[in-house]
């Protein structure tokens, strides 16, 4: 049985097969609507989530199966003291696969261990969130053509953005990558992912400030939320928040075929006026989510065997 915990629990090949199936999924919807009736997804949310959590829910209504669970730790028995070990006992007796999203990092791992069902980590606190990765690779290949040979710009919260931590491990397994990260001194990627996973891979990349002197070398630009939830206090949060906010101006010197991607809720970093642009991918990147999760909830079912092999 496989779970999907960190982004690196599928190799390139399974990650590209998982891919292709998305897409077939979105060109031919119909052939996928009853590929799960009978079966019941879980979606296990300790935090808040509209995207993520929706977007799974759609997914398996989407293959003809059907879902429950809660969407806050007020809501669930964790409120009582239950620990996610004994949750996701009892919960593989009332599904067949199970997304969970929690505050604390590491909790969906310890859900996998103890599961009799697939897990999928739906992000844990500030550390992963490999759907949304998956979701990101499958715009960047839409748009690109392929994920590897660009030079990505990753702006905003490197530190909290959990997204952005999966995305980069995932990234460094393609060639010829450059990443360049924009981010506040204070909201640097935290070290392990500089010294354990951008350094030893070889590509090139850089820190900077500020966006401005970067923009024309960019393919893509991630852009991200400061994450206040995560911070220890609001005087910090209110200093750092509009440390970046792309416009229209700021546009002007980048490229023509810039994907300019965010995973979203966007806050106050894209000005609303970007959204007419035709590089601004992130609501088209939000609507390919549901079809990642389709194709990923087939996987880690059986259902399309050919897609989780370790084998190329
Ligand atoms: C992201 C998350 O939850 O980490 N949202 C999402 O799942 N699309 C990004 C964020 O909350 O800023």
Not at 28 to 55: K, N, Q, V, Y
Not at 134 to 148: Q, V
Not at 288 to 296: H, I, N, P, T, W
Request: charged share 25%; with cysteine; net charge neutral.
């Amino acid at each position: 049985m496989r779970h999907l915990i960190d982004p690196l629990d599928f190799t390139v090949s399974e990650t590209e097969r998982l891919l292709g199936l998305a897409q077939q999924i979105m060109d031919r919807p119909g052939d996928f609507a009853r590929r799960c009736e009978g079966r019941i997804l879980a979606t296990l949310f300790f935090e808040p989530s509209t995207r993520t959590r929706l977007s799974f829910e759609s997914a398996m209504l989407r293959l003809g199966g059907q879902v429950l669970g809660f969407s806050s730790a007020q809501s669930s028995s964790a409120s009582k003291g239950e620990s996610v070990a004994d949750t996701i006992r009892m919960i593989s007796g009332y599904a067949d696969i199970a997304a969970m999203r929690h505050f604390k990092e590491g909790a969906p791992l310890v859900a996998s261990r103890y599961a009799k069902i697939p897990v999928i980590n739906a992000g844990d606190g500030g550390h992963q969130h490999p759907t949304q990765t998956l979701t990101d690779l499958f715009m960047i290949r839409r748009s690109r053509g392929k994920a590897g040979g660009l030079t990505i710009g990753l702006c905003g919260d490197l530190k909290f953005g959990r997204t952005v931590h999966s995305l980069i491990k995932s990234l460094v397994r393609y060639p010829n990558m450059r990443f360049v990260l924009i981010s506040p001194e204070e909201l640097r990627a935290p070290g392990y992912i500089l010294k354990e996973v951008l350094a030893p891979s070889g590509h090139p990349y850089t820190e900077v400030l500020r966006m401005e002197e970067v923009m024309p070398q960019l393919d893509v630009l991630y852009m991200t939320r400061v994450q206040r939830e995560r911070f220890f206090n609001e005087e910090d949060y209110v200093r750092l928040k509009d440390s970046y906010i792309l416009t229209p101006e700021k546009l002007r010197a980048a490229k023509q075929d810039l994907a300019i991607l965010h995973p979203l809720p966007r806050v106050n970093e894209i000005h609303k006026a970007v959204d007419e642009d035709p590089r601004a991918l992130y609501f088209e990147q939000a609507r390919g989510g549901v079809f990642v999760r389709m194709a990923l909830i087939l996987a880690l079912l059986g259902l399309e065997p050919d897609i989780l092999r370790e084998e190329n």
